[in-house]
């Protein structure tokens, strides 16, 4: 087990009614002035919006609003919000929405308070130092950015995805976490939503540092109470209980507590970020084709732990040949994603010819040469690996 | 699910040589001058305190010492704490040890800021509003005092053993985890430890809140992972790798992650703390005693999710009698105890004739009519649970 550091202090505040706080947590981590960011009308349409700012005017914080952010949020909404917060004073950030709006509310928050641009800190030429705090009403579980101190931002200008990855400052102070607000995504969302989760676990868990068994189990547990909340969930939409598993579910998956104490992977999220920045595909829908295309790889070139996830995850019986375990757990994850209607090729995310060169290229020079950590992998294996997703 | 809070905003800094950074943790969290509270004498032959003397004096920071707390710890050594405290303007606390060392460093932090006695607050009178700020060098894996807001302290005047629960004002600021410290324990400190970990895992296990998939198998994650750890170190004590994840694993368990969502038990903690009280028995040697006794009386009573416990935690097979699946899970319990060398009855504590009449009238003297949740338990309930203890 190596050495780590974990520490998560956002408030996580879970259950009914629960939007009704935002006003209460916001005065509590000290905001006086508001900027409210999300998506589209829907957190209109239900009345949410409405509720988060009856509940900011009861707390007696003014507020103003930025909406329209769009998946896999680009760079120009940023600059927009940074205008406006600074225009307005703005103390305090509050994202009601999905991983899209919160990562664009965290852009935001890093980017008021720093005098150059804040691509700077995606760029990864300056750390963040500070930024405004920063308040969550989640709608959408998936990305665990209503837990993390990460954020993924699209530059428009050469479609670069880029993911920023800092610790407690940008961690959200509070996460409002209601349910209720999840009964009606739709079953596409809520599947995509899964995956992305999923792949969060499985970043964490495929590893070459052994001697970590309690973050492996943690790993397996979570994974578990995923599939069976799912399972329900997609013939019973509107079932409370499986969706706050997966909404919780989503939540441990990156607290941290499934990565700590051993080297983590990521490879499968840096080749989906190229296909979502190239293509526009949900980012979870490009997990459910990038992950099994990556894990089968995976079954020819490191199958232990491709074969313990088998076994463990979905009861694949201890066979003489690991390779042959291996596969038929990734088979299980497959005919999983596609009992949740979810793509697990190109051609069935919609993309009949994708161009692996540009992806390869654009890959490494955001990313270097080397991608992953279970096994590195150079430009040809990850050829490889987009050409197993066909 | 229940709707719940979960907040830890406690820094774990986890790994090889940490407590070297003590002096850095403590100037981080605010501290100008500490009291550095420990137990015996062994972290003073071991070097330990002299290393944490050394961190603390490299980054400017005058401390005192308060030594001697003892297992189960009394108000006495608070009292003289909270004296020592205020003659000396401390504004940090260190807990150098184990769970005993730091619940007595909590109720020194309380009570140092507050005109009355410290006693009100285990006493229930008044919460605990301010505190000083609690760092911990944890050296003995077992309480998850590490990681709670929690303190356990007995009163010497009637041998009351109160077990306080705060939330974020008593979680210690940061917590050193250096494994390497546990390697020398003794296979009779660690087993306790053991005990005392899974414990407080299936305290929150056993529950009637339906729904809550997620947090059960987090909880059945580790203690797997638990119980894996334990058949290591009892054999190779000096295994680093056990050794890290049993301390994690200690964390991890009391955390908050394995009881959010749902109502808790803690009877068997409850029933134990007066058999320590009473008998001064260490209280993970107590509650391998006490909680296969209440597991035994809850497979006549409520055996459902102590057969779900015995199939996936033990891989007890399916049957369809849910009551000797759950007898077998609890003997599985009760033979890896064994197999660790604890006890699992009284007389195997050393108490041939316990005093059952006074051991259940100063339970319901310091915890009302009725003890736990899964199954509410009455006087004549408890007292067939400590018979099954004999």
């Given at each position: ?193 899964i995956a992305d989760m999923m792949s969060h676990v499985m ?19 979570v994974l578990?109470?995923i599939i069976?909340?799912a ?22 998956a ?33 997990l459910?084709?990038?992950q ?41 994850l497959?005919?999983f ?54």
């Amino acid at each position: 087990m190596n050495g780590f550091v974990f520490q998560s202090a956002t408030e996580f505040v879970f259950g009914r009614e629960t939007e009704g706080k935002t006003g209460e947590l916001t005065a509590k981590y000290g905001g006086n002035k508001a900027l409210i960011v999300y998506g589209k009308g829907h957190v209109i349409a239900s009345g949410l919006l409405a509720r988060v700012e009856k509940s900011l005017t009861g707390s007696g914080i003014p507020y103003i609003e930025l909406g329209g952010v769009e998946p896999n949020p680009t760079d120009h909404k940023v600059y927009e919000g940074i205008r406006l917060a600074r225009t307005h004073q703005i103390d305090f950030m509050i994202a009601v929405g999905g991983g899209s709006v919160i990562d664009t509310a965290k852009a935001i928050a890093a980017g008021v308070v720093y005098a150059g641009d804040f691509w700077d800190f995606y760029a990864g030429t300056i750390p963040v130092v500070e930024a405004l705090p920063v308040g969550v009403v989640l709608t959408i579980p998936a990305s665990g950015s209503e837990a993390s101190g990460n954020s993924v931002i699209t530059k428009s200008d050469g479609l670069h995805k880029i993911s920023l990855r800092t610790g407690e400052v940008l961690r959200p102070r509070f996460s409002i976490m209601n349910p209720e607000l999840t009964l009606s995504l739709s079953s596409w969302q809520t599947a995509c939503g899964i995956a992305d989760m999923m792949s969060h676990v499985m970043e964490r868990y495929f590893t070459n540092t052994l001697g970590v068994e309690i973050t492996d189990r943690l790993c397996e547990g979570v994974l578990k109470a995923i599939i069976d909340a799912a399972l329900v969930v997609i013939s019973d939409t509107g079932n409370y209980d499986a969706r706050a598993n997966l909404m919780w579910s989503g939540t441990v998956a990156h607290i941290g507590i499934c990565g700590v104490g051993r080297e983590e992977d990521w490879a499968s999220h840096f080749l989906e970020h190229e296909v979502s920045a190239v293509y526009n595909v949900t980012h979870g829908a490009g997990l459910a084709v990038i992950q099994p295309a990556w894990l089968t790889w995976m079954t020819v070139h490191q199958p232990e732990k491709v074969a313990q996830f088998a076994a463990r995850v979905w009861d694949v019986p201890e066979k003489r040949d690991h390779r042959l375990m291996a596969l038929e757990g990734v088979q299980c994850l497959k005919n999983f994603f596609k009992s949740i209607n979810l793509p697990t090729t190109f051609s069935e995310l919609g993309i009949d010819h994708p161009d692996i060169d540009l992806l390869v290229s654009k890959l490494h020079e955001d990313k270097g040469d080397l991608i992953g950590n279970y096994v590195k992998l150079d430009s040809r294996a990850v050829h490889e690996i987009f050409e197993l997703a066909k």
